[in-house]
Each structure stands twice: as C-alpha cells, then as structure tokens.
C-alpha cells in the first residue's frame, strides 16, 4: 500500500498524474517527454515489449532510447537503489545484446539531469 502512494507522488510529480491504466497511451503521451524512462524503470514489472510492438514504426527508435536508458539506469545504481529501496531493481534487456549486462557503465551515456533526477525518483518513493 506504501509503494502504491509513494508510486502515486511520482506520477503527480513527473507525469502530471497521468492515467497509465492504458500503458499504450500513457506510452505515447510521455513518449517524446525524455522522462518516461523513469517510470519504466521503476515499473519493470509492466509489459513493455507488448508495448513496443503497439508503437508505430516512427515512435519505436525512441522507445528504444528510453527503455535503454532505463535499463542501464537500472544496472549502473544498483546498489543505491537497493539501499534505498531495499531491493533491486530487474529491468529485462530487451534491444541490447547480452554483454550491455555487463558493461553497462562503459555504454552508458547520460545527462547530469538524467542522473539526478534518478536520485530523485528513488527518494520520492522511498
């Protein structure tokens, strides 16, 4: 029930407390926002290859882009997310090739907003 409202806050705050009961719409609608990658991250648990395959063909590069940076936010924070979260974040590598797992850090290539306002999520829903 905690994570749920704590989740809540982070859509009030982000996504301008979207719906995201359609995932598909909700998708496109923070698609070009350069924040959705913060709620795939943190909702890894969702569909998101189903999503994907909705997506028209001009929407789909940037899905790509997003889940990847999601993806590597997920294995390069690791240990601080589970520090504050008290768990690990599993994200499934759907569009890099296996060895992105090990070295996500050298692939990784982010804005120093983008690494803050990771931090930040994490502290919303902490």
Do not use: Q
Request: a positive charge.
């Amino acid at each position: 029930m905690l994570i749920t409202m704590k989740r809540h806050l982070l859509k009030k705050v982000y996504f301008n407390n979207a719906d995201d009961r359609n995932l598909e719409r909700f998708t496109l609608r923070f698609l070009s926002s350069g924040l959705l990658w913060i709620y795939i991250a943190l909702n890894p648990e969702k569909k998101w290859s189903h999503v994907y395959t909705e997506l028209a063909k001009k929407d789909k590069s940037l899905f790509i882009k997003e889940y990847n940076k999601a993806f590597f936010f997920t294995m390069t924070y690791k240990e601080l997310t589970r520090l504050f979260l008290g768990k690990e974040i599993v994200l499934k590598n759907l569009f890099l090739s296996p060895s992105a797992e090990t070295s996500a850090e050298a692939l990784l290539r982010f804005n120093r907003s983008d690494d803050l306002r990771w931090k930040e999520a994490l502290e919303l829903i902490c």
